[in-house]
Structure formats: structure tokens, C-alpha cells
């Protein structure tokens, strides 16, 4: 079993939707996680990280957490073809230590 | 944030070389870490750079294959040695920078390696 699993994708949603990307981690000890985008041939860029179950909102963006689950999402609202990009989600080992999941490819259509 | 500067940002290297990637930080930071990314793939964990020791290696990772130094706060070097077409990848080194322990790992731009 992966340490972390994501749906590669592609996940297609048109423009002004709401993209819900989705992750799960296998060690329950686990106690953060990251969000970041990859657009193509360019380093990751963080979008946001959590570490209480829960939600956490920073703009159009909402990541929930659920330990009990082992589950960790985002949430894209007024989704944009800017917002094209593949996303990683992220277990921290400690000190930024990251294992990243295969990622997801969004593609947000006019 | 961190400024990093990767070194070189690409090249194409026979099959047998070895080569050098620099990652350096404009400021000081409390951890060093190499990943890899595979063409169409997500990133790797290779290892974490000590400064003043040897690199803790994540599973499937050598020193052979994989040498790694970090001599000081600011500056480490990762060596692909031994290079095959299947070392082609996007090599990156990430930090972790006082005052975003935990809640950001800064990234370089990238070395992206071809193996001819």
C-alpha cells in the first residue's frame, strides 16, 4: 500500500464549478499535510497545509482533514482555467519532510 | 522566503558519467532534501542532506548510486553517478527554512536531466 493515494486524473470540471480533489494516507500517526500545485516544467507552489481535522479555507481554496478517515481533500470554488495544474498532496514526516501522492491533473474547461 | 538556486537547470549527459547538482540558499536553513520526478510522474523523496554527515536515504536509494553533501547551512551537491536513460528525470532540492518549519517546504526550480 502507498503511503499516500491520489486519482491521477484527469479530473475535468468546467469553469466556475467547484474541483474536489481527494487523498488518502496509510500511517494514522501522520500529522500534516500539504497542498501544492505543479504547473507544467515548474517547481510545486504551495497552497495551503492542515493539520486539525476539520476545514480550512484560504480563498477559493478548502482543504478538510479527517484523521479518523485518513483522508485528506481540497476544494477549488469559482474553479478557473488558471487553476489547470496537477496537484500533490503531501504527508510531513517532520520538518517538511515530504511523501508525496501520484498527484492529480485538473483540467477546468471554458 | 528562501531564494534556491539550482545548478545546473539542465543537461544532457552520456550514459556512464556522473553529474553534480548544486542547490544553494540565500539564507540558512534547518533542513536540505532531494526528490526526483520522473517524467509524468509525482516527486520522490531520494534522501535528507546533514550538514556535516552523511545523507539519510529513503528505500531504493544508495549512496553509490546517489552521493550527497551538504557542507555547510546553505549549500548541498547531489551526484547522479553511473547515469543510465533511466536516471532522466527533474532532480529537485527543497528546504526547510526557520520560521516555516512545518508549514512550508520551499522548492528550486529544478535540474532537468536527459541520459543519452
Known amino acids: 500500500q502507498k503511503e499516500v493515494e491520489q486519482n491521477s486524473g484527469p479530473l475535468s470540471v468546467p469553469e466556475g464549478a467547484i474541483a474536489s480533489l481527494n487523498c488518502t494516507y496509510s500511517?494514522?500517526?501522520?500529522?500534516?499535510f500539504f497542498w501544492y500545485r505543479q504547473y507544467s516544467g515548474k517547481s510545486p507552489e504551495l497552497i495551503m497545509f492542515i493539520y486539525s481535522n476539520g476545514d480550512k479555507e484560504d480563498g477559493r481554496f478548502t482543504a478538510q482533514l479527517n484523521k479518523a478517515s485518513q483522508y485528506v481533500s481540497l476544494l477549488i470554488r469559482d474553479s478557473q482555467p488558471s487553476d489547470s495544474a496537477t496537484y500533490l498532496c503531501?504527508?510531513?514526516?517532520?520538518?517538511?519532510?515530504?511523501?508525496f501522492g501520484a498527484g492529480t491533473r485538473l483540467a477546468v474547461h471554458p | 522566503s528562501a531564494v534556491i538556486s539550482q545548478k545546473p537547470s539542465r543537461d544532457i549527459c552520456q550514459r556512464g558519467t556522473s553529474l553534480t547538482i548544486q542547490c544553494q540558499v540565500d539564507?540558512?536553513?534547518?533542513?536540505m532534501f532531494w526528490y526526483r520526478q520522473q517524467p509524468g510522474q509525482s516527486l520522490t523523496l531520494i534522501a535528507t542532506a546533514n550538514q556535516g554527515s552523511e545523507a539519510t536515504y529513503e528505500s531504493g536509494f544508495v549512496i553509490d548510486k546517489f552521493p550527497i553533501s551538504r557542507p555547510n547551512l546553505t549549500f548541498s551537491t547531489l551526484t547522479v553517478s553511473n547515469m543510465s536513460p533511466e536516471d532522466s528525470s527533474i532532480y529537485l532540492c527543497?528546504?526547510?527554512?526557520?520560521?516555516?518549519?512545518?508549514?512550508?517546504?520551499?522548492f528550486g526550480q529544478g535540474t532537468r536531466l536527459t541520459v543519452v
Open positions: 500511517d494514522r500517526g501522520s500529522q500534516s
Open positions: 539564507s540558512q536553513v534547518t533542513m
Open positions: 527543497s528546504v526547510t527554512q526557520l520560521g516555516h518549519v512545518n508549514t512550508e517546504a520551499f
Open positions: 503531501a504527508v510531513n514526516r517532520g520538518y517538511n519532510k515530504l511523501i
